[in-house]
């Protein structure tokens, strides 16, 4: 008897601990860095490609998360961490564009809060290149509010602006702005490195920060690094790929194959600002796709 009891505090005892390392896991998903007053950054405890930092934005009445390749188990449980700095509602989570894997299939976002996002965005997660519709639950959630060019929302004395300003890592991006507080929060389309490069436009990309120069702030919440101030960081991304577009582009027409180009593209000139950079070589897959704007591939009616 005195066996089977110590058992039973052990069974329950270990139970506690299973209990309390699953909510501490969930618990350091994010860490919530204050940005100002109602403004918060959540940083990803291990950042990767689908772990992207969250800006957090508490207004009078709700709360708006702006995602990045943001998965809908991730959703879930910063929605809960968000409980820690406001008891506002999460009420909309803005998705920077439709980036994300399909292992985020038959998961949805919590239910209540409705996605804003580009309706290219929508369109991508619903439907496949060739135009055909993809299985129900293939994909993480479409946005429920679409948009094209911008969409305001007013809440009290906060006013959130979220813009597509062209392509760029995507067709689709789409950046947030508090116009107020010269906050902007750029998705994969401006981060604190050299951003990933294998979809979307080198050549717009080019273009499309400088209409994001266009836009009144001060502060960059990007999806990717730390937080910074100003505009030169985009001066320089737009001279990286200026010398990516012009080296590359030449060797291709040249007639070397991808994975030449992209052993040859030299920009260590670039390393002062992207400190990433230790030698001579890009992406092969930023190279990929700069060849299929030089070569369009055949339409998809055409390709099968
Ligand atoms: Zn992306």
């Not at 266009?214 to 320089?236: H, S």
Request: with cysteine.
């Amino acid at each position: 008897m005195w066996r089977m009891g110590r058992i039973f505090v052990f069974a329950i005892a270990a139970q506690m601990f299973v209990v309390s390392a699953t909510s501490a896991q969930t618990a350091a998903r994010y860490k919530i860095d204050k940005v100002t007053e109602g403004v918060y950054l959540a940083v990803p405890a291990v950042p990767g490609p689908n772990a992207a930092n969250i800006p957090v934005i508490v207004s009078d009445v709700d709360v708006i998360l702006v995602g990045t390749h943001f998965f809908p188990a991730d959703a879930r449980a910063l929605v809960e961490q968000v409980r820690t700095v406001t008891d506002k509602p999460v009420r909309y989570i803005v998705n920077t564009h439709y980036h994300a894997s399909t292992t985020a299939a038959r998961e949805s976002f919590p239910a209540g809060i409705d996605v804003i996002g580009h309706e290219l965005a929508r369109r991508t997660l619903l439907t496949d290149r060739a135009g055909k519709p993809r299985a129900p639950g293939s994909t993480v959630a479409p946005p429920t509010v679409g948009m094209t060019t911008r969409l305001a929302l007013y809440r009290g004395d906060r006013e959130v602006r979220i813009l597509y300003v062209g392509r760029g890592h995507s067709d689709n991006d789409v950046v947030v702005l508090l116009p107020k507080e010269r906050i902007i929060c750029t998705g994969d389309l401006l981060v604190s490195g050299l951003p990933d490069m294998s979809a979307g436009s080198i050549a717009d990309w080019i273009s499309t920060l400088e209409a994001l120069k266009l836009q009144d702030f001060e502060t960059v919440l990007p999806a990717r690094g730390a937080p910074f101030k100003g505009k030169p960081k985009i001066d320089a991304l737009q001279s990286y790929l200026r010398d990516l577009l012009t080296q590359a582009t030449e060797l291709l027409n040249k007639g070397m194959t991808v994975e030449e180009v992209a052993r040859r593209v030299d920009l260590t000139s670039h390393a002062k600002n992207f400190p990433q950079i230790t030698g001579a070589g890009v992406d092969v897959n930023a190279v990929k796709q700069l060849q299929t704007e030089i070569e369009p591939p055949p339409p998809p009616w055409e390709a099968q």
